[in-house]
Each structure stands twice: as structure tokens, then as C-alpha cells.
């Protein structure tokens, strides 16, 4: 008897403490609808919709502003060829020098990596190649011409490994540019 | 008030405390921080015009409606300072509206300029961005909404928020261990093996891996497990603890093997601020209390040694 009048008296006491207002219901739907919208992005909302709707575009907007609109496929399905890129570069004496633009700072070269991943997507190649090369001839301004070579490192399975096979840089892009 | 509204009320909106709130916001920005530093010498490079990607295809990519760096085109003309020059100035004005927000002063302001600015070379960097990214911008757009000030009361903004940190990590997890789970890959090992012998990501010599495939396959379900399993045991409070520390375990693993620090930092700080706030202070108040007793105990030898 006393537990149950010891509840009731909490549960007034927090009620009138506390009531939800209009306010908090509105913040409260709102908050829902952004996990749901999280969600459905994280589920690819895109690919079995199409971009094209009007009602997915604007949830694609909402969720690039506020970081709803993202997928979480870091590593997956499956982790792919590790990829280089080499810049050979001539200057008009003949001179060649060949050069990685990877340096000292692991954050950025992180992010050098990111970009170069782009080479595994075939439409990317050609226009991505250019972008590298122009910043690399800008860089080293003695240099009229570059030659973008892409390496891709294919690692063995863990089987193939103890069978004596070993990680093997094979070129899949090479391409010279020129200064204009 | 019926069922629905008081299991609603009570778990939406019962009131509870900012701090793991406060935490999330100083431990983003100190992240922010370090990741704007760390990259300012090589700002150009990625976020300049003529930067390795240029400008016209990170336009091309995230769309002209998105904000980015080459809005500053008209900008740089009108100024008559180079569009690199621009890019200095919006980096520092980022990391000085980071340092306002760390610092507690005018806290959605200076979250909304740092999002901004964020948003802006994370488009313009779109082709070099990764997970890190992702985090700060989530991070910092939740800065601007939550009730992230120090030395606010108990209130019912504080548990919304926090529920929805603490869904939006449940979902991240659960849609990445899907993801993962969807290769075959995760399942025989591979994964952890490939990503080892990365030269990009390996910190020691891993080939030794191959010896023990079990071990590989072991790390691989783990990761599966902890990932698929997060919405499962951070909401059971029996495991919570033990999820937690899994989970940072797990991120840790992935600083220390990988060298994805600021990944592994970023996802431990949502972590804690969601579910691991309860821990980190018990264990620091147990932490400071073993130092009293310490303390007391080796003022106690000294005096006996004076006398």
C-alpha cells in the first residue's frame, strides 16, 4: 500500500515537474524524421529509388547538410587494390626525374590515397589523370611534360601467401601530358 | 496520460545531465583541431583550385548547389587575392571558430561557421575525404542543434539528444556490419588480411597473418559481431559495458594497426558521449579516489620517516 502511494506521489510530482508541450513534441518528431532519413540513406534510399524524384532529391539535400545522407560502407563488401600513382617528369634538356607526391604527413597522404582509389572507377580515369598531371607540371614548373603511371598492388590470398605467391605493382594506367 | 506518451516521454525527454553533451562538443572540436592543423600545410594540394583534383571536378561530382570552395571565384576577383590565398583565410577562420566553440563562447554561432566551413572543403575535398570527415560533419551539425554549453541543468533537450546520438551511432554500426557482412571477405578472413598488407595501411609486418587464418577469420566475425551486434548490447545494460569497451577496443585497433587515428578518435567520442559517458567518470572518480588514498597512504610513510 505504501510502495503504490510512494509511486503515485513520484509520479504527480514528476508530472508537474514536467509535461510535454507542443514543443517538445515538434522537437521530438523532428529528431525521429532525421533518424529515419539517416537510416534510409544508410540503407542506399537512392539506389532503389532513383535520384530523379523530387521528395529523394530533397532528402539527398537534407542529408548532405546535416550528415543524414551518408553510407557506412567503410571496407565493404570487400577491400579492393591498393593504388599508386608515379609522376615521371622531362624537362626540354632531357632531364627526367620520377617522383611520388606522397611525403612526411601521414594525414594528408591518407587523403592522397582516398583520391587515387578514384582510379579503380574507369570514367574517372582520364579526367582524374589530367587533374594530377596539371598540378604536378604547376608544381614543378621546369618540367614540360609528365607521364601519370597508375600501379595496382594485387595482394595474394592468405592461402596463396603460404604457397610462395607475394604481392605483385602491376600498371593499369600510363599516360603522358604536356604543358601548353 | 496513456501507455504510448509516458514510454515516449520517459524515454525521449526525461531529464538528465549535459555533461556527456558538453564532452562531445569539446572533444569534436579538439579533433577538428588537430585534423585542421595537421592538414594546413598541405591545404592547396587537396582544397586548392589548382589543387591535385581541381575545382571544376569536385563541382562536377557534388553538384553546384552544394557549398564549396569555388563559390570564392567571384570573391578572389573582387578582392584581387588569389583563390590559394582564400583558401588560407577560410581554413583559419574554421580553426578560429573551432577554437571559439571549444572555448564555450557564442557556441551555436561558432558551430555553424565551423560546419559551414567544414561542409565547404569537405565538398570541395569530396574525392579525399573519408570516414573522419563524415564524423566531423555530423559532429559539428549536431554542435549547432544540441545543448552542448557547459554548466546547463538537467533537461529533457539533453536525453533527446542524446537518443538521438544514440541512434544515429546504432544505425551507423548496423548498416557498416550489414555492408561488411554482404562480403565474402568478412567471412573468410580476407579482409583483415588485405587491409594488413596495404602498404597505406600497415604500421608493422603483418605477413605472419597468413599463417594463422583462424586468427584472421577470428578478427574479421569479431568486428562482424561488434558492429551488427551494436544496437543489440548497447541496449541491454547487462552488456553495455562490455560493448562499449569492445567498441573502443575495436576503434583503437584500427589507430594503432591502420594509422586511422582521427577515425578511431572520432568514432570512440561518439561512442562515449552516446553510451560510455556513465563509465569514463565512474572510472575517473574511482581513478581519483585510488590517487586521495594513494596519496594519503605515502604522506602517511613520509611522516613516519621525518620522525
Known amino acids: ?180 | 496520460m496513456n501507455t504510448f506518451t509516458h514510454t515516449w516521454q520517459a524515454f525521449f525527454l526525461a531529464p538528465s545531465s549535459s555533461r556527456p553533451l558538453v564532452f562531445f562538443r569539446i572533444a569534436i572540436t579538439l579533433l577538428g583541431l588537430s585534423q585542421g592543423i595537421w592538414l594546413a600545410g598541405d591545404a592547396i594540394l587537396l582544397y586548392g583550385e589548382q589543387g591535385l583534383v581541381q575545382w571544376p571536378i569536385s563541382e562536377g561530382i557534388v553538384g553546384a548547389h552544394m557549398p564549396q570552395l569555388s563559390w570564392l571565384k567571384s570573391l578572389a576577383t573582387a578582392t584581387h587575392l588569389s583563390t590559394d590565398k582564400w583558401v588560407f583565410i577560410l581554413l583559419f577562420v574554421y580553426l578560429a571558430a573551432l577554437t571559439g566553440l571549444l572555448a564555450g563562447k557564442c557556441i551555436r554561432v561558432m558551430a555553424l561557421v565551423a560546419w559551414a566551413l567544414h561542409f565547404m572543403l569537405m565538398n570541395t575535398g569530396f574525392m579525399a575525404a573519408y570516414g573522419v570527415e563524415t564524423f566531423m560533419h555530423i559532429g559539428l551539425c549536431y554542435c549547432i542543434v544540441m545543448p552542448v554549453k557547459r554548466g546547463a541543468a538537467d533537461s529533457a533537450w539533453n536525453t533527446l539528444s542524446i537518443r538521438v546520438l544514440q541512434l544515429h551511432l546504432c544505425i551507423v554500426y548496423l548498416a557498416s556490419g550489414i555492408e561488411k557482412s554482404m562480403g565474402i571477405q568478412w567471412w573468410n578472413g580476407e579482409a583483415i588480411w588485405q587491409t594488413l598488407m596495404h602498404t597505406q595501411f600497415s604500421r608493422f609486418d603483418m605477413s605472419w597473418l597468413s599463417e594463422y587464418p583462424w586468427l584472421a577469420r577470428l578478427i574479421c566475425w569479431s568486428t562482424l559481431l561488434v558492429e551488427i551486434g551494436y544496437p543489440v548490447y548497447m541496449w541491454f545494460r547487462p552488456l553495455r559495458l562490455y560493448g562499449y569497451l569492445a567498441v573502443v577496443l575495436l576503434h583503437l585497433g584500427i589507430a594503432i594497426c591502420m594509422g586511422l587515428e582521427l577515425f578511431g578518435a572520432a568514432m570512440i567520442i561518439f561512442s562515449t558521449a552516446a553510451f560510455g559517458w556513465p563509465y569514463v567518470t565512474a572510472a575517473w572518480h574511482r581513478f581519483v579516489q585510488w590517487r586521495k588514498g594513494f596519496s594519503r597512504a605515502f604522506a602517511a610513510t613520509s611522516c613516519y620517516e621525518t620522525v
Not at chain 1, 598540378?135 to 601467401?161: C, D
Open chain 1, 1 to 180: 500500500m505504501g510502495n503504490v502511494l510512494r509511486k503515485e506521489v513520484a509520479h504527480a510530482v514528476y508530472n508537474s515537474f514536467f509535461m510535454i508541450t507542443w514543443k517538445h513534441w515538434c522537437w521530438t518528431g523532428i529528431a525521429v524524421a532525421h533518424l529515419l532519413i539517416a537510416a534510409l540513406h544508410a540503407a542506399h534510399l537512392e539506389e532503389w529509388t532513383g535520384h530523379q524524384q523530387p521528395l529523394i532529391k530533397g532528402l539527398a539535400t537534407y542529408g548532405d547538410y546535416t550528415g543524414a545522407g551518408n553510407i557506412f560502407s567503410f571496407f565493404a563488401p570487400a577491400v579492393g587494390n591498393e593504388i599508386a600513382v608515379i609522376y615521371t617528369l622531362a624537362a626540354s634538356d632531357s632531364s627526367q626525374r620520377v617522383v611520388r607526391l606522397e611525403g612526411n604527413n601521414t594525414e594528408c597522404n591518407r587523403r592522397i590515397q582516398t583520391i587515387y582509389n578514384f582510379f579503380s572507377i574507369e570514367e574517372a580515369c582520364p579526367l582524374l589523370a589530367q587533374s594530377c598531371a596539371s598540378y604536378m607540371l604547376r608544381r614543378y614548373p621546369g618540367h614540360h611534360v609528365v607521364r601519370v603511371t597508375a600501379v595496382a598492388r594485387h595482394v595474394p590470398g592468405m592461402q596463396e601467401y603460404r604457397g610462395g605467391a607475394r604481392p605483385e605493382w602491376s600498371p593499369f594506367l600510363v599516360k603522358d601530358y604536356y604543358k601548353r
